[in-house]
């Protein structure tokens, strides 16, 4: 197998050192990214040559325990037009954040609610993420140790209470596990 057609094997913009050993040698690897063929982006992480980096894929692989939240999957839903200074990823408590890179905001959620709400999403270059669910994103925004801007959360729970397909149950239901039930019945009943 060439490495054009090694590449073109890849859906996706960024590929880990280890899917890239499964079709290809070492050798070739290395010089494809001599070539300009690959880019390394990240320590076992690459990117095509002709994909700008995508950081929200190059940051799952790199953390995969991680998942998107807050400012940045309110920007993955497209109800943020503001792309996030920093990623926000939410990590299991007891998980080791102090290595993580500058470029992301972590937060650590106990595990009884970690795990609620996982879906994910496909980027601007159709690489899939894992992020929170738009309903807990916007549950959770609430809650002043997340310090979101008010107004992103007002444009959102605005666009959100026009969509046919939106889940009040849900969204309640997670309002009242992150306490912020009075915070989130204002909102419904001010927009619904």
């Known amino acids: 197998m060439n490495n054009d057609t090694a590449l073109k094997a890849f859906k996706n913009s960024t590929i880990t050192w280890k899917e890239l050993t499964d079709h290809l ?3 070739q690897i290395k010089k494809m990214v001599k070539n300009n063929e690959l880019e390394r ?18 940051y799952q692989l790199k953390y995969e325990r ?9 920007y993955l839903w497209n109800y943020s037009d503001r792309y996030p200074e920093k990623l926000d ?19 650590t959620q106990i595990s009884k609610y970690f795990n609620l709400g996982i879906t994910t999403t496909k980027t601007i270059d159709g690489n899939t993420v ?63």
């Open 41 to 58: 982006a990240e320590y076992g992480i690459y990117t095509k040559n002709n994909y700008l980096p995508d950081p929200f894929s190059i």
């Open 89 to 107: 990823m939410m990590f299991p408590q007891g998980y080791n954040t102090s290595k993580i890179s500058s470029k992301i905001s972590a937060h």
């Open 25 to 27: 040698s070492n050798y």
């Open 66 to 74: 991680g998942i998107f939240c807050l400012n940045t999957a309110l």
């Open 130 to 192: 894992k992020l929170y669910s738009l309903e807990r994103t916007l549950a959770e925004a609430l809650r002043p140790k997340n310090y979101v801007d008010p107004e992103l959360i007002s444009t959102a729970f605005k666009k959100w209470a026009k969509k046919t397909d939106r889940d009040i149950g849900n969204l309640l239901m997670f309002a009242q596990k992150f306490k912020t039930i009075n915070q989130v019945q204002n909102y419904l009943e001010v927009l619904i």
